[in-house]
């Protein structure tokens, strides 16, 4: 089941949106095919990036594991979807995991497919200070960064919910290096949805930049000559791994 935080009429708009558009890319999963994730074997795109996003989870995991240990954990998944990584993250038992989001239909599914204990799901608008204030050691945002308008007011509403030394996390999410290529992004935003069908959507789509990220602290993990490297080869994601701690 789902905790409600936030009503899910203000949001009803924008969730039909992204479920067209889903549904037009053949994104909607079965019941069967979510407890598989991250392991999609087709097609050869979707697989693609489903590797990225496995490889992510693993080196946060393993990031989570020496920074934090065993000692109890408390997580926030925000834009958690259908919740695949939230499940994943809550497979350790000292940590408790908040699976967030605004789209109530990928919410009742993972809440229905996953049950675990230490797992809950949560529609909240992280904007409207819903959430319990002092509360995560550590606060995940994978590829949902780009559904949030204002970098700025999303971390210093972030900032208000982590307890002391707490960090949050941004992964799979492209920051641009300047405002040109913020612009031609924005147009390629434009032209898929305008291809989808449903332009609409590109209005909730939002291209941030690095120095933004920047400029509130943010540290890439994802530099140096390693991960240039394996960025290239196509081994990792091309997404910095941003983390303000």
């Given at each position: 089941?789902i905790?409600y935080?936030?009503?899910p ?13 889903r549904?037009?890319?053949t ?11 991250p ?25 989570l ?7 109890p ?21 000292n940590r408790?995991v ?5 789209n109530?239909t ?9 049950t675990?204990?230490n797992?809950?799901?949560v529609y909240a608008?992280?904007?409207q200070?819903v959430?319990p ?6 606060i995940?945002l994978?590829a ?12 210093q509403a972030l ?7 707490g ?13 040109a ?10 032209d ?6 449903v332009p609409e ?11 933004e990220?920047q ?5 890439n993990?994802?530099?140096?000559l390693?991960a ?5 080869c196509?081994y990792?994601g ?7 701690k």
């Open positions: 089941m905790q935080l936030s009503q009429e203000d949001y009803a708009e924008k969730e039909q949106l992204y479920l067209e558009v549904r037009r890319e994104r909607v999963l079965t019941d069967e095919a979510l407890m598989q994730l392991e999609v074997k087709a097609p050869a795109e979707l697989a693609r990036e489903w590797r990225w996003r496995k490889r992510a989870l693993e080196r946060l995991d393993e990031y594991q020496a920074h934090f240990g065993k000692q954990t408390r997580m926030l998944d925000l834009g958690c979807g259908n919740g695949w990584m939230s499940n994943r993250l809550a497979a350790h038992a408790e908040w699976a967030a989001d605004l109530e990928e919410l009742l599914q993972g809440s229905r497919v996953f675990r204990e797992l809950r799901f608008d992280v904007l200070g959430l204030e002092r509360h995560f050691d550590v995940v994978a949902s960064v780009q559904y949030f308008p204002d970098l700025q007011a999303l971390v900032r208000k919910l982590l307890l002391e030394k960090q949050i996390h941004v992964l799979d999410s492209h920051f641009y290096p300047d405002e290529a913020q612009e031609a992004a924005r147009q390629r935003t434009m898929y949805y305008q291809k989808k069908g959507m590109a209005s909730y789509y939002h291209h941030h930049l690095w120095k990220a400029a509130l602290g943010a540290v993990l994802n530099e140096g390693k240039a490297i394996l960025q290239r196509g990792w091309p997404f910095p791994w941003m983390v303000w």
